[in-house]
């Protein structure tokens, strides 16, 4: 078996934590380019309340995948992994170690080590499970998945909407349950992974996104909400951020209370993000205040590792 060469470091953790200000710095170091596995920050519309990097971060390492697609396509992880492994597949031409940064775990995996394939099922099944959350709720979904794939119902996030539809759907349309098409043997990939999470305390972390929500809605979240009103249906803009602010302008939350609902929701999206990534017992974890120098430092060594082998 041909030795692989290629290095892929990934900075995955909760959101607000520093995982953009290391990868500009680790892409400077190894001369390398960035992918962003962010899931929203795919949407040009969806500038502010993703948390798009700034200009001058953008400028000061080339970003793949930021702003590249519009909220009105039929975007999905199957499509973000063959575009990522193709640009992957560029990039390693030019250079043999590349980022890539994201707080999206589904993202991530499908580049490190793929998805799993589902049955093509009629988009009928679909149309009619979401029309019966909008008719029944949730959690008559939910039930239906209990009975349908317990080990799913008891794995996936059972409050995300979107999850326990994809997984309704795969049991309705193949009659089988979704999990029987979890774990099959995957593509191998053209590089190693060295997977760097950064974390901090829970206040610190809870601090840091309080203040961000704070400084969304001073550089004008509102206002974007509002140009996306009228499209609140769309899947893409089911996310945080976007999702109360609707609510206040449906007039069942005062802006005050979708304010403080953001934050709160964002707080129980990082503990979920980092119940996510904690499981990958490869992870090389850092506090966010660690010494880049330190960080950059325990890469390399890594990478010295991998050659030996």
Known sequence: MKKIENFLITIVGPTGIGKTALSIVLANHFKSEIISCDSRQFFKEMKIGTAVPEKIELAAAKHHFIQNKSIFEDYNVGQFEREALKKLEELFKENSVQIMVGGSGLYVDSVLIGLDEFPKVAPTVREKLNLELETKGLESLQNQ???????????????????????????????????????????????????????????????????????????????????????????????????????????????EFAVSEIKKNTRRFAKRQLTWFKRDKETLWFDTKTDIENIISVISEKMNTFKEK
């Open 145 to 255: 998945l209990k009975e349908l794939d317990l080990e799913t119902y008891e794995k996936i996030a059972i409050e995300n909407p979107q999850r326990v539809i994809r997984a309704l759907e795969i049991c309705i349309g193949s009659g089988l349950p979704y999990s029987t098409f979890k774990n099959k043997p995957k593509a191998p990939r053209i590089f190693t992974s060295i997977k760097i999470g950064l974390d901090a305390e829970r206040p610190f972390i809870y601090k840091r996104i309080n203040l961000r929500v704070d400084r969304m809605m001073e550089n004008g979240l509102l206002e974007e909400a509002k140009t996306l009103y009228a499209h609140r249906q769309l899947n893409a803009l089911q996310t945080v951020g976007y999702r109360e602010l609707f609510s206040f302008f449906d007039n069942e939350f005062s802006q």
